[in-house]
């Protein structure tokens, strides 16, 4: 099992910066990628950004140039950096962790964090 604790969400004005956190506990070890999935009001919730144990970065073409991703693998944390926000970017944002054990996948949520981006 592993929990996950999203932190930093908040309400920014289009073409500001914001930094998203996440904490991940429990069976860490079996952590096999980390990453952020958002869901905006009315639609499906979809890939922001992932990276995986070999560091290895992925980037929907909506955010990529734009958000960042990292990976503290001491820490158990990462972390999604966010310039040059547009009012499309407002959704809730959900850490999530892929775990690998005895070659079965789980992929685990955090509970989200709001992100409001006015124009």
């Known amino acids: 099992q592993v929990a996950l604790v999203e932190s930093g969400g908040g309400l920014v004005q289009a073409g500001g910066s914001l930094r998203l956190s996440c904490e991940a506990s429990?069976?860490?070890?079996?952590?096999?990628?980390m990453g952020w999935h958002r869901q905006a009001p009315g639609k499906q919730r979809e890939l922001v950004a992932s990276?995986?144990?070999?560091?290895?970065?992925n980037y929907a073409g909506s955010v990529e140039g734009r958000f960042t991703i990292s990976r503290d693998n001491t820490k158990n944390t990462v972390t999604l950096q966010m310039n040059s926000l547009k009012p499309e970017d407002t959704a809730v944002y959900y850490c999530n962790a892929y775990t690998v054990v005895d070659y079965y996948g789980t992929n685990y949520w955090g509970k989200g964090t709001l992100v409001t981006v006015s124009s």
């Open positions: 429990g069976s860490t070890f079996s952590i096999n990628a």
């Open positions: 990276i995986n144990n070999s560091g290895f970065k």
